[in-house]
Nanobody
């Protein structure tokens, strides 16, 4: 059974930081491209960040560049999202997702990701 379990969400004031973690089981983590997505109330889910295998390349949405950092620890089957300088507009449910590769489309295309976590809530107050 494949499981992606997010943790680290919570409530923080604007300018604060949070680190999300997503621990993966049931699949070979090191072979997965990993992504973080978010969905704010009333909005579509959007891609936030992506990391390739062996941490060789990272991708970020323009709205989080310079503030968020994605990383992975293959020994722990875990991907992280360090979020700094948080803004109220970062408030959303955050999801991690695993892409086994072999499909086309932009990195933010949800169809690339085969497995999804249940999400962790991030709330940023002004």
């Amino acid at each position: 059974q494949v499981q992606l379990i997010e943790s680290g969400g919570g409530s923080v004031q604007a300018g604060g930081s949070l680190r999300l973690a997503c621990t993966v089981s049931g699949i070979t983590f090191s072979r997965q491209f990993m992504g973080w997505f978010r969905q704010a109330p009333g909005k579509e889910r959007e891609g936030v960040a992506r990391i390739t295998t062996r941490s060789s390349t990272t991708f970020y949405a323009d709205s989080v560049k310079g503030r968020f950092a994605i990383s992975r620890d293959d020994a722990k089957n875990t991907v992280y999202l360090q979020m700094n300088s948080l803004k109220p507009e970062d408030t959303a449910m955050y999801y991690c997702a695993a892409d086994p590769g072999g499909t086309s489309g932009g990195w933010r295309s949800e169809s690339r990701y085969k497995h999804w976590g249940q999400g962790t809530q991030v709330t940023v107050s002004s």
